[in-house]
């Protein structure tokens, strides 16, 4: 037991597991008997605590609800055959929340803070963790602001939160995608790549009118021109082409995905040639109608890879190659699973033990 002295912890009196499917898990819905709160009040973070899973209060004035002062991050953990859990890159995301917070006004979280609460968390509730192939423990830290107080200005007191969530086998099944050259996800100037509660809120409106034509997600482009193509719904985009690997390079309009990073890191230390790079979507097309993309696909952590079969541009729709030919998209998702769930060393220090 991890247990950190600065984290008190209230036992849930009779645990729900019991009466909890581990075997049929929608993605989002069901959570484990607690969760990890901390108040930022007086310039520090104090009440660092564990308690049952369950409704918070909040004042109606806080402005998280009135201003999208919120942000989150999303990660997952597995259940090795030791009983173990694995958390996979969990300093990335803890560097990631502080990038957010920071662009959000909103006070870093020490690395002491979020590990601990996580290891204490997750050691606390880890028979949730499904053992099911192909399921795991979605990891849902996130952070807001706590004042009451209906004013815009920097906020003075936040609430840091750690919520986990048991989800079942994710079936990385084809995606369609489409080109969106009208509405804009993120600006350069804007807040794309902070994981900021307010980016998400207004993308679900153009990505339902992509649904309701039948696609499952779009391809955002630049805000600035729309010729550039940037990440697909909350996964970064890559291509294989000239068995060459392209990504977007990273901005501040795009979110720096730490799939995208294990999947470039495992290119090149494969020997691949890797481009992060603007890429058009003249040369998207022209690649497409050529028949030269080999191979296109998500890379985030709910699918970790999720190829796609169709690009939908204006009114043309193109066919993407067999998702069996696609040689390297499979093999990297085949390396990464394997990674996760312990199956093999990485040649990168990517697990933490708890
Ligand atoms: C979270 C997210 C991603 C993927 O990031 P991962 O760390 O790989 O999960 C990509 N784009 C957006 C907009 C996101 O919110």
């Known amino acids: 037991m991890v247990e950190t002295e600065s984290i008190s912890i209230t036992r849930i009196e009779q645990s729900r597991l019991s009466k909890t499917n581990l075997n049929n898990l929608p993605f989002g819905k069901v959570f484990t008997d607690h969760m990890f709160m901390a108040d930022y009040r007086d310039g520090q973070w104090k009440n660092s605590r564990i308690v049952p899973y369950g409704k918070i209060q909040i004042s109606p004035a806080t402005p998280?609800?009135?201003?999208?002062?919120?942000?989150?991050?999303?990660?997952?953990?597995?259940?090795?055959?030791?009983?173990?859990a694995l958390v996979f890159r969990a300093a990335d995301n803890w560097k990631r929340m502080n990038i957010s917070a920071e662009r959000m006004c909103m006070p870093v979280v020490?690395?002491?803070?979020?590990?601990?609460?996580?290891?204490?968390l997750i050691d606390l509730d880890r028979n949730w963790i499904p053992t099911q192939e192909g399921s795991s423990l979605y990891i849902r830290p996130f952070m807001f602001s706590a004042d009451e107080f209906i004013g815009i200005r920097p906020s003075l007191d936040f609430t840091f939160m750690i919520l986990l969530s048991p989800t079942g086998p994710y079936y990385s099944t084809p995606v369609k995608v489409k080109i969106e050259t009208h509405y804009t996800r993120a600006v350069e100037g804007g807040t794309g790549f902070a994981k900021a509660g307010g980016n998400y809120g207004g993308a679900i409106y153009p990505a339902k009118l992509a649904q309701d034509e039948g696609y499952h997600q779009l391809i955002w482009t630049d805000g600035k021109t729309h010729e550039y193509v940037e990440e697909s719904g909350t996964m970064n985009l890559m291509f294989v082409i000239n068995n060459t690997l392209i990504t977007p390079a990273l901005s501040d309009s795009i979110l720096a995905g730490i799939t995208r990073q294990s999947v470039i890191d495992l290119a090149r230390h494969w020997g691949m040639q890797v481009e992060e790079r603007k890429i058009s979507i003249i040369e998207?097309?022209?690649?497409?109608?050529?028949?030269?993309?080999?191979?296109?696909?998500?890379?985030?952590?709910?699918?970790?890879?999720?190829?796609?079969?169709?690009?939908?541009?204006?009114?043309?729709k193109f066919q993407l190659p067999p998702i069996e030919s696609r040689t390297f998209s499979n093999r990297v998702l085949n390396e990464l699973e394997n990674i996760?769930?312990?199956?093999?060393?990485?040649?990168?220090?990517?697990?933490?033990?708890?």
Do not use: C
Not at 64 to 84: N, P, T
């Open 64 to 84: 998280a609800l009135h201003y999208g002062q919120s942000i989150f991050e999303g990660m997952k953990a597995y259940r090795a055959a030791d009983g173990k």
């Open 110 to 120: 020490p690395e002491d803070l979020f590990m601990d609460a996580l290891s204490t």
């Open 284 to 316: 998207l097309v022209a690649a497409l109608k050529q028949g030269r993309v080999q191979e296109a696909f998500g890379a985030g952590t709910a699918a970790t890879i999720a190829h796609i079969e169709l690009i939908g541009y204006e009114d043309e």
């Open 340 to 354: 996760k769930r312990g199956n093999i060393q990485p040649p990168f220090n990517w697990i933490s033990k708890i």
